[in-house]
Structures are given as C-alpha cells and as structure tokens.
C-alpha cells in the first residue's frame, strides 16, 4: 500500500514512520509512505497556505489552490487514490472504516489546519472526509497518523502473526478479553488459574466468555448488531437468570418491580 499524506509540517511524519510498527511496514515493502510539503505548491515569496475567512470571523482558512495543486501532483503519480481528509465534521472512524482503507492499494490523507479548508477544496478533490472522534485538534496530523497506524496493522504480514488483528478489540463487534503475562501474581491478584493450565480448549472458553463479558458491560451497544454463536446466546441467558437471582434476593421480582425494590402490598 502506498500512504501520502499531505501537510504543511510533513517533519511530523518522519517520527511515527520510523517507529514501531510503521518501520516495520516500511522496511518490508508493505507499505510506502511519504509526506508532501503542501507549502512547496504556494504561490509567491512566502508560500502562504492559509487567508482570512470571507464573511468576517476568527482563525483562518487553508486556501484550496496549493492544496488543489499538491493533490494533483500526487494523483499523477497514484492516480487510483483514495482521497481523505481529515475533519471533525467527517464519518467518525471505526474499525470497519479501517478494513475498507485497508483494502485500497494507495491513500491519500489531507491534513487540515486552522479552522479548516476552503470548501471547494474538500466538494472537488475529496473522495471523503474522516473524524477520529467528537473533539477538535490543531492539525489534521495526529488523526493522520490514527487512521495509518490502524489501517497498516490490518495489512497482511504487518504484524507477523495473520492472526492478530482479527482477535484485537472489534475485530467481531467484540471487546478483547483480558490479557495477563509473567509473574503469576502480582500485589496479591493471581492470574487466573484457567490460563496456567495448559488445556487449550477451556482457555479459548474462558477467552470467548470474557471478551463476551467485557463487551456486555462495557460497551453493549456493539452486541446489537452482532451475530451471537449458541454458546454465546446461553452464556447470556445464564447470566440474565443470575441477574434475575441477584435482584429476588434483594427483595425485588426482576425488571417489573416497583420502584424502591420492595414488593408490592
């Protein structure tokens, strides 16, 4: 995969490609990155990229002519790109987000800067927009480097084991379960004993359940849509009646009960 992204500070780049993960990538062909100095493309002695907004207002604008040009310099050398920029106004990135990049052969991420891009920029030259996630940062570069590194790790022999990044967090609308490595115990909290076992089966059990339960009381808006296995639908139910157990103990009757747990008179 061929990664370009384009920037007015592309030195905050080369960091976070020559670390990691990305190096790795890097230096196995598997991914070819560069950084493209929007300013090189300004016009005039200063190279400005940015003005002030027409209709009055704070901050200022990226101006859609370096911006325009250094893309089309790009797109003559990856013609077939995906074009993305980044913008808080964009598709909030997921994992799935991630998996369809992952299967373009080149990308392109426009880094914003400012209070943003002049709009005839993004409705012309961009295939797309991205958000990491309701919040505003100063450059569209940190999101950048969001976006590459969980797009990379999904390209195949990136991580060395194939089976890594599908058994990451939301790799099946799951959370991933708990992970535990040397010492056995640590401040009087043992790992616990399923795993010292060396029974294959009854850890990968134990690993189902757990990221089945980390997902439910976490996050159970991602189990709405997923596909739930047998055994899963019957831990649920299991836990569902223990639930109900818990409440009838406490002097309640299950969900219907009026208020204050008591039962009625």
């Known amino acids: ?79 077939g790109a995906l074009t993305l920029l980044m913008s808080p106004q964009g598709r909030c990135f997921d994992q799935a987000m991630a998996r369809e990049m992952a299967a373009h052969e080149a990308l392109v991420i426009v880094c914003g800067r400012y209070e943003g891009v002049d709009e005839r920029f993004s409705e012309q030259f961009v295939d797309g927009e991205v958000s990491i996630g309701d919040f505003v940062l100063t450059g569209g570069e940190v999101a950048a480097m969001v976006v590459m590194d969980a797009v990379v790790r999904l390209l195949p022999g990136v991580l060395g084991n194939e089976d890594s990044a599908e058994q990451d967090s939301f790799g099946h609308q799951r959370l991933d379960h708990a992970h535990y490595t040397r010492p056995p115990e640590f401040e009087g ?27 439910f009381a976490r996050r159970p808006d991602l189990l709405h849509g997923a596909t739930l296995s047998k055994e899963e639908i019957a831990l649920l139910g299991a836990w569902h009646r223990e639930l109900e157990s818990i409440i009838r103990s406490q002097g309640g009757s299950g969900p219907d009960s009026p208020p204050g747990g008591g039962q009625e008179r």
């Open 189 to 215: 909290r043992p790992v616990p004993e399923v795993l010292l076992s060396g029974h294959h089966e009854r850890i990968s059990e134990w690993r189902r359940a757990d990221a089945l339960l980390r997902t």
């Open 1 to 79: 995969m061929k990664v370009v992204v384009l920037t007015i500070f592309p030195e905050l780049m080369q960091a976070f490609w020559e670390n990691g993960i990305m190096r790795r990538a890097i230096e196995s062909g598997a991914v070819a990155a560069q950084a493209v100095n929007i300013r090189d493309f300004a016009q005039g002695r200063h190279k400005v990229t940015d003005d002030r907004p027409y209709g009055g207002g704070c901050g200022m604008v990226m101006k859609p002519e370096p911006l325009a040009a250094a893309l089309r310099d790009v797109k003559q050398q990856t013609p």
